[in-house]
């Protein structure tokens, strides 16, 4: 048998990154290049004399899908008319578009969640104020009320819807990716382990609950309540996919993904699957699963914020979460979160002791929403301190410039018209250095941050909207306190000479 040397073309286009096939005129493979097999994930003697399964026409240039496996592969082809053995043939230069498709359309989601979460996290914000004055108002009003007081059942009612609001406003945080997280050195596994029980009991007796850990996972960097958070809406959303039954396993193992890979993530990470094998997610819903208020549940069965927030979670962890999904076959959901370096992060200490905080020191309020600050004055002075409010951070530096004396501290809102809460901290710290600060916001773009003694921006006290009216006695009562230590410690200094 004589073995025919490689033709000229054939050297040309063997080396070529796109695949290159020859087709009669009935669409007959006659020779396909090294990258075609490849593209195909086939043996150039499997595909030689077989139909190449898509139409092309001298001149045309378009879009076609390649099935490979049980995937496809996006790929972009032109074709033209040539000659191949003596006979007109098709020449079709094709090139596989799958991994820039899936970059755009990454871009293209990051930049809608970016939008979406804005907008949610400008809603939470006036939310969190509105929140605030009904906790305060609804506390002040129970605390006043004797026991047995009709009322009380009454009360406790509001205040417990208050608190139903401000989950769903920490979820809308968690979406925007605004809410302060608490970074420390995470064990999955030990996560995992510590949520079966919860989980067992969450889902319905039908639903077969698996885990499969990972030996010795790698550790993670994230907020380990936020990533309980997450794992607990995907086995919910597992839930309402298997309605009458079926198994739901979370996995976890460790992957090192190499830059050619199509995954989002690159370098040492560990991923976190969630399947079940439940009705699935019809393709027209997958590309919006992770936005906001959209749902594809009954009216009344759920917010659309749950996958929402695992995206918002995930994404300030620097991970990313996708979705595999077949109608009728079920879904996977894949987070893969950064391999952790250093060492692992210390809780956060208590601020202060609980109890009873009163004062009689001045305090200067900064905040633009009119019944907040009434909310907060009135707790404030309830419990002996004497309150100077201002609207702006404009307000608050004329205020100070004209009885800075009589101020032992500054309590201020962070996003505010003029003058922000941080500008306005800039300003104190350079023109009353030894003045205290507390920031207090439901929301702000500024990078808040989990320190050894509590939640930090500007590397000044943060307490966080909503909050309860002990909350607000505490921190103020500490950082007087705290500056009062201080300002003491460096006054019994002995001299340089001394």
Sequence with gaps: ??????????HVVAVMPDAVIVTDQDGIIQFVNPAAAELFGKTAAELVGTATGFC?????????????????????MRVAACVWNGRPALLAVIRDITEQKQQSERRRQAQKMEAIGLLAGGI????????????????????????GDPRLPDITEVIRAVERAQALSRQ?????????????????????????SALRSTLPANIEFV?????????????????????????????????????????????????????????????????????????????????????????GRGAGLGLATCYG??????????????????????????????????????????????????????????????????????HGYNVVTAMNGDEACRVLQGESDNIDLVLSDVVMPQLSGPALQKIVADKWPALPFIFMTGYSEQPVSHQE???RLEN???????????????????????????????????????
């Design 211 to 299: 885990t499969l850990l990972a030996d010795q996972p790698w550790p993670v960097l994230a907020d380990q309540g936020q990533i309980e958070q997450a794992i607990t809406n995907l086995a919910s959303n597992a839930m309402d996919a298997m309605p009458d039954g079926g198994r739901f396993a979370l996995e976890i193992q460790n992957r090192s993904i190499s830059g050619a890979s199509q995954s989002v993530m690159h370098g040492d990470c560990v991923a976190l699957c969630a399947r079940d094998n439940g009705i699935g997610i019809d393709p027209a819903h997958v590309s919006r699963i992770f936005e906001p208020f959209f749902t594809t549940k009954a009216r």
């Design 453 to 455: 003694d509590g939640i």
């Design 1 to 10: 048998m004589t073995i025919e040397p490689p033709t000229p073309f054939e």
């Design 124 to 147: 939470a914000h006036d939310f969190n104020n509105l929140l605030l004055v009904m906790l305060i108002y609804a506390e002040m009003v129970r605390a006043e009320c004797p026991q």
């Design 172 to 196: 809308l945080l968690a979406c925007s990716r605004k809410h302060p997280g608490h970074p420390v050195m995470v064990n999955l596994n030990d996560v995992v382990a510590g949520l079966q």
């Design 313 to 382: 979670i995930v994404a300030q962890a620097g991970g990313s979460i996708t979705v595999e999904s077949e109608p009728g076959k079920g879904t996977v959901f894949t987070i893969l979160l950064p391999r952790a370096p250093g060492e692992a992060a210390e809780k956060p200490a208590d601020i202060g002791e609980t109890g009873e905080h009163r004062g009689h020191e001045t305090v200067l309020v900064v905040e633009d929403d009119d019944a907040v600050m009434r909310a907060t004055s009135n707790i404030l002075r309830t």
């Design 56 to 76: 092309a026409t001298p001149g045309e240039a378009r879009e076609i899908e390649l099935p490979r496996g049980d995937g496809r592969r996006d790929a972009e």
């Design 460 to 498: 000044r006290p943060v307490l966080m909207k909503p909050f309860r009216a002990n909350a607000l006695l505490q921190i103020v009562r500490h950082t007087l306190d705290h500056a009062g230590k201080t300002a003491l410690a460096a006054a019994t200094l002995p001299s340089a000479t001394g």
